[in-house]
């Protein structure tokens, strides 16, 4: 297999790739390709196919059908020589718990024939974090420095590409924002980074993104391309009682979608005449209190949901 930088076309291509257990059907027609330059989000929820489609691309699951090359090589048939072009971090933490923050390294750079020195230079950013315990056994760190040591695990071979399940579940907001910053240090260094995840906010720091639900992608396209796409205008609500204000809502004669985020209501009509005064008179003549109704632009989780076709029911 060439070094990656000296073959053409995209870092991934993926074609009509199928895939069952017994009667559940996990992947079905998933086509989609990844750029040498990118950072690559699949977005879905938990169980939309994530993991099954990244053991395909990592070789260690076949597919029942279509194609998919990686790094110029047929997944399937190159897989031996693959597997030493990528690096993988799983979304459950899959290192050695018994041994120590160094030990664990060491052991995989022993695996890949290389050593922590050949390759501290890709990893010495994120290695700083978690070397003031690198006598720590890996099972006795939280959950950012497992991730930290994760990574430089997936890293210390120097992979073409690199693929992360669900890097930053679990961990807190300062973890998965330090994260994110090493991603982007990555791709400086010319790694290819696929990355999962079920936090729709974290699909905007991707170049591109495919969103991915029951086992079928939604769209494919940059962040901004995708929300430009959201059809109707959509209305921020929120008042003193959530619950009657989302059965209230979906009352609305000119209801379309209603949907619960967080402390409002996203609310889409069924054409574009709504206007934001005409909901807030609604809303007061039922005598809700404290009421904000506001036209916002619509976000990933937004387009998200308008595609599944599914609206929250009261």
Wanted: aromatic letters at 8%.
């Amino acid at each position: 297999m060439k070094p990656f930088s000296d073959t053409m076309g995209k870092a991934i291509d993926v074609i009509k790739i199928g895939k069952r257990f017994g009667e559940i059907r996990a992947l079905e027609q998933v086509t989609f390709d990844v750029n040498s330059t990118d950072i690559f989000g699949l977005i879905g929820p938990v169980v939309a196919g994530k993991t099954t489609l990244f053991r395909i691309i990592t070789t260690l699951m076949l597919p029942d059908e279509g194609s998919i090359t990686v790094l110029g090589s047929d997944a399937v048939k190159g897989f031996r020589e693959l597997r030493r072009h990528i690096g993988y971090m799983p979304g459950r933490f899959s290192l050695y718990h018994d041994l120590t923050v160094e030990e664990n390294l060491r052991f995989y750079a022993t695996v890949f024939g290389t050593t922590i020195r050949q390759n501290f230079d890709l990893i010495s950013d994120i290695y700083s974090h978690i070397e003031p315990f690198k006598n720590r056994l890996a099972g006795q760190l939280s959950g950012g420095m497992k991730q930290k040591l994760a990574l430089s695990c997936a890293l210390i071979h120097k992979p073409d590409l690199l693929v992360l399940d669900e890097p930053t579940t679990g961990v807190d907001a300062v973890s998965r924002k330090e994260f994110w910053k090493m991603l982007k240090r990555l791709k400086e260094k010319g790694i290819t980074i696929l990355v999962s995840t079920p936090y729709m906010d974290e699909a905007t720091l991707c170049d591109r993104v495919a969103l991915i639900q029951g086992g079928r992608i939604l769209d494919v396209d940059t962040p901004r391309r995708i929300t430009e796409k959201f059809p109707r205008r959509i209305f921020q609500i929120s008042s003193d009682e959530m619950p009657r204000l989302i059965h209230d809502l979906h009352n609305f004669p000119k209801n379309d979608s209603v949907f619960a985020f967080g402390r409002f209501v996203h609310f889409t009509g069924t054409d574009d005449e709504v206007e934001t005064s005409e909901l807030d008179k609604y809303l007061e003549a039922l005598n809700h209190t404290n009421v904000l109704v506001e036209e916002i632009a619509p976000g990933i989780e937004d387009v998200f949901i308008n595609l599944m076709g599914t609206p929250v029911k009261s």
